[in-house]
């Protein structure tokens, strides 16, 4: 990995971590469990539009890795594993379907399947089949969500990339 | 594929409608969800861990007292329960949602603590199954 790379994907890390924070400093608008903007999807959609699935993994897992150590605790890590990973591959597989275009379609589809994989990961932990009625709860908020992040995304990738020319 | 434009136009359509449906059916199972809950008795089962500690017939509470959860982690929730309500009034996980969640009255959302793996659900005491089915297929 060239330092140039590594220095971007340090910077994109630092970025989404700190988004994160951000967004975990706010108070809670609705008190129901995984509902949540999910702001640091933004750079994780950047990545996955302007470089590579490969970027965007070392950066979400990175991003992952430091928010558990930092904020998170035991639990929360599982979710953020399984919520990441599994809408980091659907982004993936929109994105390239859509070719880039659209990212707030991707981003809507992406916070889906986030939200339904951290509410199997809840089924899994508690096995009560009543958590199961917060579904449409969360694929309204996963859908609301990742249009957001999906739009913020689209804007914003003109910055960050130009960011990228610049030092090059 | 005859036609090379032709996935370039009905894929995003094809994906956006599909998205824009389901969120409108979770917007109305939603709104239907919510639940009259004057005069009906319900029983507080409370999970942890997966298995049911405790079912609390709540209409037969007559003072309010406390309960303390602790799950295997070390994590506690402290259980108010009064006549007819359970709510979680401290609780040592980070996002305090469970808190925050508020009273529980009737059975159309469980209180959940996802780190303490807490679940707090009520059950109507007559021909209560068939309504909890209706609610958590």
Same mark, same amino acid.
């Given at each position: 990995m060239s330092l140039k790379r590594l220095t971007n994907l340090a910077l994109y890390t630092t970025l989404s971590l700190a988004v994160y924070a951000i967004e975990s400093a706010f108070p809670m !608008? $609705?008190? $129901?469990?995984?509902?949540? &903007?999910? !702001? &640091?999807n933004i750079i994780t959609m950047i990545l996955l539009r302007e470089n590579s699935l490969r970027d965007a993994s070392l950066v979400l897992t990175s991003r992952i890795l430091l928010s558990a150590l930092l904020f998170g605790q035991g639990m929360s890590l599982m979710y953020s594993i399984v919520g990441g990973y599994s809408s980091l591959l659907i982004l993936f597989c929109v994105n390239r379907l859509l070719k880039g275009r659209f990212l707030f379609l991707t981003g809507a589809i992406g916070g889906l399947t986030h939200n339904l994989g951290q509410l199997a990961v809840a089924f899994l932990l508690t096995?009560?089949? &009543?958590? !199961? &009625?917060y579904l449409p709860y969360l694929v309204l908020s996963g859908i609301l969500a990742g249009c957001f992040t999906g739009l913020a995304a689209g804007y914003c990738r003109r910055f960050l990339s130009r960011i990228d020319e610049n030092h090059s | 594929m005859q036609h090379k434009h032709k996935p370039d136009k009905y894929i995003p359509a094809l994906l956006f409608l599909s998205v824009l449906l389901l969120a409108i059916y979770s917007f109305f199972r939603i709104l239907s @969800?919510? =639940? =009259?809950? =004057?005069?009906r008795q319900y029983y507080a089962d409370i999970y942890s861990e997966g298995k049911q500690l405790d079912s609390i017939?709540?209409?037969?509470?007559s003072e309010s007292y406390t309960l303390q959860i602790v799950s295997e982690n070390g994590g506690t929730n402290e259980l108010l329960i009064s006549r007819g309500e359970i709510s979680v009034? =401290?609780?040592?996980?980070?996002?305090q949602i469970c808190v925050h969640q508020? @009273?529980?009255?009737?059975?159309a959302l469980p209180i959940v603590c996802l780190p303490n793996r807490l679940v707090i659900q009520l059950r109507e005491a007559d021909d209560g199954d068939a309504l909890l089915d209706g609610v958590t297929h």
């Open positions: !608008l $609705i008190p $129901i469990p995984g509902i949540k &903007a999910g !702001l &640091a096995s009560v089949p &009543a958590v !199961l &009625a | @969800i919510r =639940e =009259e809950a =004057e005069g017939p709540l209409w037969q509470v009034k =401290e609780a040592t996980c980070p996002d508020g @009273i529980l009255s009737d059975s």
